[in-house]
């Protein structure tokens, strides 16, 4: 099949973050670090997103709507969690609010730690999730893909009563 | 020939009837017979023209009987506007009836026999206008038997009187017939007040005190066209000793200065009926009037009726001074309409201003006095007659279901109530998109203009069309837009079977005169011209027909297949996007406090940037100034 | 139609979707240069275009691809018009609807970010409707034909006889492909105030579709700049491409060196620049004609 890791698009979302890594997220897109040079665009559509990119911890607020995000983000999408507090919820780990990191809500596929994390580190991880990224899009992977897909159709479809 | 006679009395005998009959039922019934009668009379009217060679017909060259009759009921006529404005207290206006209503009494009881070709002279222009009246008109007629019912049902503070009303829309249909086939000045002039009086009536139905207004409005404007038209004739009459149209024309086309000055001095006239600027007003007010009205009014009669007037001046106008002066006015009227057009939200008025801003373009058309623009000029005209004709009983039927005639409460109503949606939607894409015919009139417009040298006019319609586009589409935009609510289709459409029928029928025409165009203008328009201007060079390149199929078929083939193939495909619908918010459905989010609100999208429309009141007064001025300044110089010609 | 006429068009649908997605990827590498970034290959756009197609196929409304392929079917028919040498201002009518339909496609989904956007798109096509159709009149004046292939076989050089109307297409230029400072409904670059404008609700092939229609509307446009310069002589079209090159280097600046403005600038500034610029070079023309 196409190769598609030439092309990977991120969708970043700042759950409840200090806003230090989503600092560093942009830094990558600066001349110093240019992550466009891998194709990456940091789009701020779902709809035409590869890969989320979560920093911060999910709390109950927004757990919902990264629920939502994720599901409309097409197949085949990668998510990687940035920073210590998308890995595991960090320091804010123990407040009222927050659930955890984004594994709590979202099936995160690489992590990347640091706090906040390193610019290098970011776009490493976002190198191994291309790689996964293209990895899904194979054909071996494309068999189990078609079959959930026709499931999470025929869910919508019960939803909306067709 | 004798159709066309019939043609004229049949409705206005019918009229009477109507009044007479008090049973609903029966009355529609009756309706229907009358105008399939009036359809089909003028369709054969048509086929029996077109077997004797399709040459210009001549007919009654003397009928001093039915002189007399028509002088007996314009005095009738005047004595029925004087009454009704003593009773309304404007007592000014009745001035403007019975002034000149008087002199063309004087000037016929004078026992002057001016030179007259005939009567009622029947040639491709007055077909066409016949075939409109007889088809659109007759439609909008079966259309009014069920919006009526359906209006009285939702308006009771409105007293129910049919009977008057359907009275008065046969009247008017007899009129306009009366008026596009004579042929001598005099007679013109009587069905011209005829017309101008009934939609008077129309307008006033309501008896509300807006209404009232509006419809005095109406009265003395168009009476004041009266009063110019009237001038122009007497005056014409007494230089020449000759009261033929067609005469005038030929004249005027020669120089003689008598007939310039008419020609000036009706066209006038023909700018008042025709609702442009500095009288557009009174075509805004008459939206006060049920659709049928309306729908009347603003398609097959009337504002038609100053077209038909301008297109037979046209070749009396090119290059002249009155011809400049109109191609302004038009050209600014659409200009400044379609602008004003932008900032409505209520359809109806939408409608209205859309409206004067096309009769804007067909009369700066004839204004060009050029075959070529009034080639453009009259297929504007065939498409805005079916068109604006189906919009309008659409909207009113839209408003009867859905209980508003606003925009913005039609969205996804391609959804809701389907059959209407879809027709508006035609009906709207008729007016401005390829392949649809008013677009390549416009490109035919614009090529004319050019060829010219009128800069001005080229202005017009570049602008112009960028603001016409703007409002149609954003329009369109809404009806298929996904429904805020839940999007299902409306379980009782109210719609009679006779308004769906009168829609179907319209929306097939629109198709079929999209389909016809290269024939028609083949066999029709182009002889018309000949006719016209005794020359004719081919307007329309056989590569633009070639073209608008291409795109006719690009327009139906791809969305239906790719409308299947989008259904069938394996796709997963996703919701909207809503910086992921929305709460599991598309019409609803949740706010910064937790709480759900509901999600409701509307147009632009640019109201405090376009204030259409304000604008209306200036731009009234600048054209009265304008308009001051020709009938200066034709008094100046006068007096010379 | 000629045999000529007839490759043309055909080497128009072939290629002008790989002009349009050079010119992109070129677009993008100048203006990471321009910002001191080293930017994505060249061909960056073509492997987006085949990542799209290999995604899950999504849509949020029913009748939003088939509009979208019409959008599609309509502007490679414009640029058709174009191609095959045939009337000018007819092609430029067919634009404003292909943009229409593209209009239709955004606001069909009821999503408030794509209908915002397609508001500002429809203010956008009633900004530069003037300017594209007295560019239009401008070469009948000039030429004393409508058709492009007579146009181009001309013996004048367009350009010298109106520049006033050439510097209000450029202008317009800036909407049509979507530059900043006139980018106000949708932009190439990622985070604005309405996410990614009309382009929102379009992902994977939707989105693809769109693409290419950029692609070709990109390549058709290009054309007409070439049409300023082209004439009869061969060596017009070094020339042809040398302007092309110029006002594509220029769009590429602007869009890196201004700010975005607010639809309500962009529609004066433009229409009174088109009323003076285009409005006094057609006068002109009218005149010495």
């Not at chain 1, 190769?3 to 991120?10: F, H, L, N, Y």
């Not at chain 1, 955890?100 to 979202?106: N, S, Y």
């Not at chain 2, 659109?136 to 919006?147: F, P």
Request: glycine content about 8%; proline content about 3%.
């Amino acid at each position: 099949m196409g190769k598609v890791k030439k092309s990977p698009w991120v969708l970043h979302y700042d759950g409840s973050s200090c806003n230090g890594c989503d600092i560093e997220v942009l830094a990558c897109l600066t001349p110093v670090y240019d992550a466009e040079r891998f194709g990456i665009i940091n789009t701020g559509d779902p709809l035409q997103a590869d890969i989320f990119l979560i920093t911060g911890g999910i709390n109950t607020q927004n757990k919902a709507v990264v629920e939502q995000l994720y599901d409309q983000m097409p197949r085949p999408k990668v998510v990687v969690a940035v920073g210590t507090c998308a890995c595991t919820g960090g320091i804010f780990k123990e407040c009222y609010n927050i659930l955890g990191g984004a594994d709590t809500t979202v099936p995160v596929d690489i992590y990347v730690p640091g706090c906040a994390a390193r610019p290098q580190a970011i776009i490493d991880g976002l190198i191994q999730a291309i790689e996964l990224f293209q990895k899904r899009s194979d054909k071996h992977d494309k068999i189990e893909r078609r079959h959930k897909e026709e499931e999470e159709r025929k869910a919508h479809d019960k939803v909306s009563g067709k | 020939m004798g159709i066309s006679v019939f043609l004229i009395l049949f409705p206005l005998c019918c009229a009477p009837v109507m009044y007479l009959i008090t049973n609903d039922r029966l009355r529609a019934y009756v309706t229907y017979v009358a105008v399939g009668i009036i359809a089909a009379a003028s369709v054969a009217l048509t086929a029996q023209w077109a077997m004797n060679g399709a040459v210009p017909v001549m007919l009654y060259e003397e009928t001093e009987a039915a002189d007399h009759v028509i002088l007996v009921a314009e005095l009738l006529l005047m004595v029925l506007v004087t009454y009704l404005c003593f009773k309304h207290k404007k007592y000014w206006i009745s001035i403007l009836s019975i002034v000149p209503t008087l002199l063309i009494a004087r000037q016929e009881l004078s026992g002057a026999k001016p030179m007259t070709l005939c009567h009622i002279y029947i040639d491709h222009l007055s077909i066409l206008m016949c075939l409109i009246v007889g088809i659109v008109g007759s439609l909008i007629v079966v259309y009014a038997v069920g919006y009526m019912y359906g209006y009285h049902m939702h308006r009771k503070d409105v007293r129910d009187n049919r009977r008057y009303f359907y009275m008065l829309l046969f009247v008017f249909l007899g009129a306009m017939f009366g008026f596009v086939l004579s042929e001598s000045l005099l007679w013109i002039d009587f069905f011209w007040e005829v017309t101008s009086v009934c939609s008077f009536l129309l307008i006033g139905y309501t008896k509300e005190p807006e209404a009232i207004n509006n419809s005095f409005r109406a009265l003395w404007m168009n009476l004041l066209g009266g009063v110019a038209l009237a001038a122009g004739i007497l005056y014409f009459a007494r230089s020449m000793n000759c009261v033929s149209f067609h005469k005038l024309i030929e004249f005027a086309q020669m120089g003689e200065v008598p007939a310039t000055i008419a020609v000036t001095l009706i066209a006038f006239a023909a700018l008042t009926k025709a609702a442009q600027l500095p009288f557009s007003t009174w075509l805004m007010g008459a939206m006060v009037a049920p659709t049928p009205s309306s729908a009347l009014l603003h398609s097959a009669t009337m504002v038609k009726a100053g077209i038909y007037v301008l297109f037979r001046l046209a070749p009396a106008m090119g290059e002249t001074a009155t011809g400049n002066v109109v191609v302004f006015i038009g050209g600014f009227t659409f200009f400044m309409a379609s602008i004003m057009a932008i900032s409505q939200s209520d359809g109806k008025k939408v409608l209205a201003f859309s409206t004067i801003s096309n009769l804007g373009l067909m009369t700066a058309c004839a204004g060009v006095g050029a075959h070529e623009t009034v080639w453009a000029g009259i297929f504007l005209m065939m498409f805005h007659a079916v068109s604006k004709s189906l919009l309008f009983q659409d909207v009113g039927a839209t408003e009867n279901a859905t209980g508003s005639r606003d925009i913005e409460d039609m969205h996804g109503l391609l959804y809701r109530l389907p059959m209407l949606g879809f027709y508006m939607f035609i009906g709207i894409a008729a007016m401005f998109l390829a392949p649809f015919g008013m677009l390549i009139s416009k490109w035919s417009a614009l090529k004319a203009a050019v060829d010219r040298n009128n800069i001005l006019l080229v202005m017009f319609i570049t602008y112009g069309s960028a603001t016409t586009g703007f409002y149609w589409t954003k329009w369109m935009g809404k009806i298929i837009s996904r429904s805020h609510e839940t999007g299902e289709r409306m379980k009782k459409d109210v719609t009679q079977k006779n308004e769906k029928f009168s829609l179907t029928v319209h929306a097939v025409m629109m198709i079929a005169l999209c389909v016809l165009m290269p024939w028609l203008s083949g066999h029709f328009v182009d002889p018309l011209l000949v006719e016209m201007f005794g020359k004719f060079t081919n307007v329309l390149p056989g590569m633009i027909l070639v073209m608008m199929v291409l795109i006719m078929c690009i327009v139906l083939a791809i969305p239906i297949p790719a409308y299947i193939y989008a259904k069938n495909q394996k796709t997963n619908y996703k919701l909207n996007y809503m910086s992921g918010i929305n709460t599991g459905k598309n019409n609803g989010f949740v706010d910064s406090f937790g709480e759900e609100k509901k999600l409701w999208l509307t147009n632009y429309y640019f109201d405090r940037l376009i204030q259409p009141d304000k604008m209306m007064v200036y731009c009234q001025l600048l054209t009265a100034a304008v308009l001051a300044v020709m009938v200066s110089f034709v008094l100046g010609g006068v007096l010379v | 139609m000629s045999i000529k006429a007839v490759i043309s068009v055909i080497m128009y649908i072939l290629l002008a979707p790989v002009a349009g997605g050079l010119m992109e990827g070129l677009d993008r590498k100048l203006s990471a240069r321009m910002q001191g970034r080293i930017g994505p290959p060249i061909l960056q756009p073509f492997y987006d275009l085949r990542k799209l197609m290999n995604k899950q196929v999504i849509s949020v409304s029913v009748l939003q691809s088939s509009l979208l392929l019409c959008y599609l079917a309509l502007m490679i028919f414009t640029g058709a018009i174009f191609f095959a040498g045939s009337d000018i201002l007819m092609c430029l009518f067919v634009l404003t609807t292909a943009s229409t339909f593209m209009y239709f496609a955004a606001v069909v989904t009821s999503s408030p970010y794509n209908t915002i956007a397609s508001s500002r798109e429809l203010i956008q096509i009633m900004t530069y409707e003037p300017a594209v159709l007295m560019a239009g009149v401008g070469f009948y004046l000039v030429a004393g034909t409508f058709s492009v292939a007579k146009i181009a076989s001309s013996s004048t050089v367009m350009l010298t006889r109106m520049p006033g109307l050439f510097a209000s297409f450029v202008l317009i230029l800036l909407i049509k492909m979507r530059k900043s400072p006139f980018d106000v409904s949708t932009s190439h670059h990622a985070h604005q105030e309405l996410v990614m404008g009309v382009k929102t609700e379009m992902g994977a092939q939707n989105l693809a579709i769109f693409t290419i229609t950029e692609w070709y509307e990109n390549a058709f446009l290009m054309g007409i700049v070439a049409l300023f310069v082209v004439t009869s002589n061969p060596l017009s079209f070094v020339g042809a491409a040398l302007l092309c090159a110029a006002v594509f280097f220029f769009l590429v600046l602007a869009d890196n060196a201004c700010a975005r403005v607010k639809w309500g600038q962009m529609l004066k500034m433009t229409w009174l620049f088109t009323f003076f610029a285009s409005g006094v070079n057609l006068l002109i023309l009218m005149l010495i004609r």
